[in-house]
T-cell receptor, first 116, second 111 residues
Framework: AQSVTQLDSQVPVFEEAPVELRCNYS??????LFWYVQYPNQGLQLLLK??????LVKGINGFEAEFNKSQTSFHLRKPSVHISDTAEYFC??????????????FGKGTLLTVNP | DSGVTQTPKHLITATGQRVTLRCSPR?????VYWYQQSLDQGLQFLIQ???????AKGNILERFSAQQFPDLHSELNLSSLELGDSALYFC??????????FGSGTRLTVV
């Protein structure tokens, strides 16, 4: 079984400031890792994913994340946020081997609020 | 547009009633995953179908059932509805190794 912990339920920042949203996971098997974004009253949009290879993953809208296997973390970062980045962000994992048929296990989410 | 279509977008119904949520995956995608998003439980995996067959089951109540049809669309049936079933219900397709695309969801309100 896998679990995901998003360490901050809310992160308020000012516009143009850097931001880091923290995600730790627990799994007995190798995993794929994802970050999704959900804007108000919308569905889930994939920001980025780590499948293999370089541990630094770049995604859409200037976001990036770094996979740290030893710390079982996959923190999301952006060097300079915009008002439009205000949304809820979800970290998720799935079993790399196809266990449970690749179902996603999500964290509880982090609400990023960007203030002017 | 993710290519995953969910209908209806909104649904308001009374306790004790039964509803059906529909999902059409992206063209060519064989898999459908259903998730429930509520304020207290967060995003929970309900059930997965692949090419018409149930493949994995998560935290799905016995009052809920699903199926996938030969044209690959899927329906999630929720019966004997309770106030606590009010939530956003998403379906998703697995589009590549480990990748998913989600529909825009059905917001169910039970009154």
């Amino acid at each position: 079984a896998q679990s995901v912990t998003q360490l901050d339920s809310q992160v308020p920042v000012f516009e143009e400031a850097p931001v880091e949203l923290r995600c730790n996971y627990s799994s007995s098997v190798s995993v794929y890792l994802f970050w999704y974004v959900q804007y108000p009253n919308q569905g889930l949009q994939l920001l980025l994913k780590y499948l293999s290879g370089s541990t630094l993953v770049k995604g859409i809208n200037g976001f990036e994340a770094e996979f740290n296997k030893s710390q079982t973390s996959f923190h999301l970062r952006k060097p300079s946020v915009h008002i439009s980045d205000t949304a809820e962000y979800f970290c998720a994992v799935s079993d790399r081997s196809g266990g449970s048929n690749y179902k996603l296990t999500f964290g509880k989410g982090t609400l990023l609020t960007v203030n002017p | 547009d993710s290519g995953v279509t969910q209908t209806p977008k909104h649904l308001i119904t009374a306790t004790g009633q039964r509803v059906t949520l529909r999902c059409s995956p992206r063209s060519g995608d064989l898999s459908v995953y259903w998730y429930q998003q509520s304020l207290d439980q967060g995003l929970q995996f309900l059930i997965q179908y692949y090419n018409g067959e149930e493949r994995a089951k998560g935290n799905i109540l016995e009052r809920f059932s699903a199926q996938q049809f030969p044209d690959l669309h899927s329906e999630l049936n929720l019966s004997s509805l309770e106030l606590g079933d009010s939530a956003l219900y998403f379906c998703a397709s697995r589009v590549a190794e480990g990748g998913y695309t989600f529909g825009s969801g059905t917001r169910l309100t039970v009154v």
